[in-house]
Every structure is written in C-alpha cells, then in structure tokens.
C-alpha cells in the first residue's frame, strides 16, 4: 500500500552505534513519561529491549502492520509497545471493556474512537490487546476478521456505521476521493473509509 499524501519518506539505515540508539530511546522515554504519565512504565534499555523496540517501531510504521508479542507475563510488551507507538507518533488505545455481556454494539463503542482516527483522519493508531481482551468470543471474532479481511464486523450493521459515515463522507470529499460535484453512496464512502482504516490501524496483541 501506498502512504498517505504528504507522508515523509521513511529511511532504514544500518545502526553502527547502540549506544546512540539508547540514548535517542531515553530521551522519546522520558518525553513519553512527561506527556502519559499515567500509562508510562520504568523500562531499563537493555539491548534486547532495544533490539524489540525497533522492531516494534518498523511494523507500527508499516501500512497494514500488526503484532502478535509473545513472552512471559510482567516483561514489559505492553510498556514497549506503547513506547513504540509514541515514538512513531501513532495513538495508542487499549479499547475493549472485558465484560461477559460484551455485545456487537458495545463493542463497536469501545472501537469506534481508533477506528474513526485511523479511517477519517487517516493518523496512525495502535489498538493493545492481550489475552484476557480475547477471552469474550464477539472480540476474537472482530479482531480475526480484521487481520483477515480488515473490517471489523461488528461496524456491519447501519447504526453502527451511522456514526463513522458522516464525518468519513466529509473526508471522503476533502481528500478529492470522488469526481468534482459527485455524491458518493454510503458503501462508496465506508469501502473508502475502510481501505484507509486497515492502512492506519495497528493491532498488537501481547501474549
């Protein structure tokens, strides 16, 4: 997929000094700390921190890229991943309320936010999942069809469509999506909307 217009040339380089690297890193980490104190976590930079971080960060910048981080409980994938997500500038959100009731629409509440700033405003979001979020059937459902198809299908429905369609058609028309004067149909807009969803929505699941 192509970047979004505008979007500044990413560059890979080869690192010839970690050390330099480290610093950079704990200079984004103190800055994460200052701005999200709330979801900051003390994260000592050893190497293979290091070393997953910057992997993070590639796919995050990725269009289309998602994670799966396996590791044992407390090593700090969460912490990572959000630092990764402020480093690349993306939003991060850990969205769904786990409740045994969770239903297509409740859920559609909890994803609407992300989803309308990854789809609309076309800015880079990172949805942070773990293993508990993925227990209630109606999420594993969503997040399958996602990876797979990148739609959520709980956004199937037309109320829950509603929602997203009006802004979306707004910056279906800003972006020149259609031709001078044309009226696009809702399913014109949410294929759109869609398609730049799955671009910019990153979901990183920590196992």
């Known amino acids: 997929s192509s970047p979004e217009p505008g979007a500044a040339e990413r560059v890979y380089a080869p690192v010839e000094d ?24 003390p994260l000592v930079l050893f190497t293979d921190a290091l070393h997953h971080l910057m992997r993070i960060t590639r796919v995050l910048g990725t269009p289309r890229g998602c994670m799966l981080l396996v590791g044992v409980a407390g090593s700090g994938k969460g ?41 609309v405003a076309a800015r880079p979001v990172m949805l942070l999942l773990n293993e508990r979020d993925l227990r209630e059937d109606v999420v594993a459902e969503n997040v399958s069809s996602f990876l797979s198809t990148g739609v959520f299908p709980t956004f199937e429905g037309a109320d829950e469509r509603a929602h997203i369609l ?18 696009p ?23």
């Open 18 to 41: 970690l050390q330099a690297v480290r610093e950079c890193v704990q200079e984004q980490l103190e800055r994460f700390s200052a701005e999200y104190p709330s979801s900051a976590t």
């Open 79 to 119: 912490s990572l991943a959000r630092l990764a997500a402020f480093v690349e500038g993306a939003r991060f959100f850990h969205p769904v309320t786990v409740d045994p009731d969770q239903t297509a629409s409740t859920l559609a509440a909890d994803l609407e936010p992300a989803y309308r700033m990854a789809g």
């Open 166 to 183: 009006k802004s979306a058609t707004f910056a279906w028309s800003k972006a020149g999506a259609g031709t001078n004067g044309e009226h």
């Open 185 to 207: 149909l809702p399913e014109q807009v949410w294929s759109w909307f869609s398609e730049r969803a799955r671009n910019n929505l990153h979901l990183v699941i920590c196992s």
